[in-house]
């Protein structure tokens, strides 16, 4: 296979992964692999995890979207915490690394694109995401309230007023309260009913200028 065929079978996609490779040109397993090696050392190809590569910009016309590589370098997951909140604007800090939501173990990979972490949750507790458009790609990613409760699960330790006023939570108006309360239950976690619970009493202490501590 020559570097024009790969480019000819999934370069419009921008990233692909070995077994479409194998399935699209119909070579030996072992063959197509050792030819992608050798074009990731020859700066052809960025190899993003183990079977899954990238184009590099400039090798074809498609650019790569790291938030749509998040949901597709592990899966299924969905984008949550720091990342979905910095989305959203929940919370001030700029997010580079890509965090997700999977059922399965935790993993982390790192690549040209950038950092790419993925945190575990029962299956019961998988739901809350949404497709979004993020530069003309469709992404799944957590809806705000879903961003919230990961982040406050996955996050140790004890939620405390004192707590959320440290973490400069704001555009509280795109979260549906009752949304988050629901989700809260449904995730089965008290530790979470009272986090939801001091975030609206911290969020409405706030708006009135009237917070203690």
Not at 103 to 114: I, Q, T, Y
């Amino acid at each position: 296979m020559k570097y024009d065929d790969l480019v000819r079978m999934v370069g419009k996609q921008g990233y692909f992964d070995l077994a479409s490779v194998v399935q699209l040109s119909g070579e030996i397993r072992g063959t197509i692999r050792v030819q992608l090696h050798r074009w990731c050392k020859a700066g052809k190809l960025l190899p993003l995890r183990r079977g899954m590569y990238a184009f590099p910009k400039g090798f074809t016309a498609m650019p790569i979207n790291p938030a749509e590589l998040a949901n597709k370098i592990y899966s299924p997951s969905y984008i949550s915490t720091h990342w979905a909140l910095g989305f959203y604007g929940l919370i001030p800090e700029k997010v580079v690394t890509y965090t997700s939501i999977t059922s399965r173990v935790p993993r982390s990979f790192e690549n040209a694109f950038g950092l790419f972490k993925y945190q575990n949750i029962k299956r019961e507790a998988f739901f809350g995401y949404r497709s979004v458009d993020i530069d003309q790609k469709q992404i799944v990613i957590a809806e705000p309230e879903k961003a919230l409760l990961d982040f406050w699960h996955l996050k140790k330790g004890k939620w405390s007023k004192e707590r959320m006023v440290e973490m400069r939570f704001q555009e509280a108006g795109l979260v549906d309260r009752a949304k988050l309360n629901e989700y809260a239950e449904r995730c089965g976690s008290p530790r979470l009913l009272k986090a939801a619970s001091l975030w609206c009493e911290v969020v409405d202490s706030e708006q009135e200028g009237t917070i203690e501590l």
